[in-house]
């Protein structure tokens, strides 16, 4: 699989109501998105409406109607692109810094996760609406390929990781206790408290060394 295979289905998704084809249109959308990630930050997705949308953008409420039925499609359309910023963020550093070994692709996770908590407006707005758009009863594969598991494949075969048959399980764990300690390293602080953001790579550090071995070299 190769690194490129992270970023996943492109943006913008179907949860679009009216798919821009031309630039104009996903220029048009992007500005929508782009109001409603400020305002998520400014007062939080709980009091995000579609009319303060359409006033902070500058566009007609009829034009935010176009694109979005209601407000959770505008976060659930919010969070897509988030993600595909994140994956291509991974996929830049691991180009860039060309890591020499599973840990260092890891560890280039971490840093591409903090610094789209520092710079992406509305980042936070992930957790909300992976639990809004899991049905009731159903399942993260509902929705699409799990980003662990896509990023188990990458570990495995660009990096040679011999995590076993249960890797994508310890990657998901992986995944969930990262997000944890860095969305608290976040929570009080916007460019993040460097103490939980050295916790959470330690922490992963000895998480997944401890399944897998000392990472060569």
Do not use: C
């Amino acid at each position: 699989m190769p690194v490129g295979s992270i970023i996943g289905a492109e943006f913008p998704v179907a949860l679009v109501r009216t798919e821009p084809i031309q630039q104009r249109g996903a220029d048009r959308l992007n500005a929508l998105l782009d109001a409603a990630a400020t305002i998520v930050d400014e007062i939080g997705f709980d009091r995000l409406t579609t009319a303060m949308i359409a006033e902070r953008s500058g566009a007609s409420i009829g034009t935010v109607y176009r694109y979005f039925p209601d407000r959770i499609a505008v976060l659930q359309a919010l969070r897509e692109r988030s993600m595909a910023r994140f994956r291509s963020r991974i996929v830049s550093l691991i180009e860039s810094e060309a890591p020499s070994s599973w840990w260092e692709a890891v560890d280039l996770g971490v840093t591409s996760f903090v610094e789209l908590y520092r710079a992406e407006p509305g980042f936070r707005i992930i957790h909300f609406v992976d639990r809004e758009r899991i049905p009731a009863g159903g399942t993260e594969d509902d929705i699409d390929m799990p980003f662990a598991k896509m990023y188990s494949q990458v570990l495995t075969e660009v990096f040679g990781l011999d995590g076993g048959e249960n890797l994508d399980f310890h990657l998901e764990v992986a995944v969930e206790m990262m997000d944890a300690i860095l969305s608290r390293a976040f929570a009080y602080d916007a460019d993040g408290d460097e103490r939980y953001i050295a916790e959470a790579r330690r922490v992963l550090h000895g998480y997944l060394t401890g399944l897998f071995g000392p990472v060569a070299g």
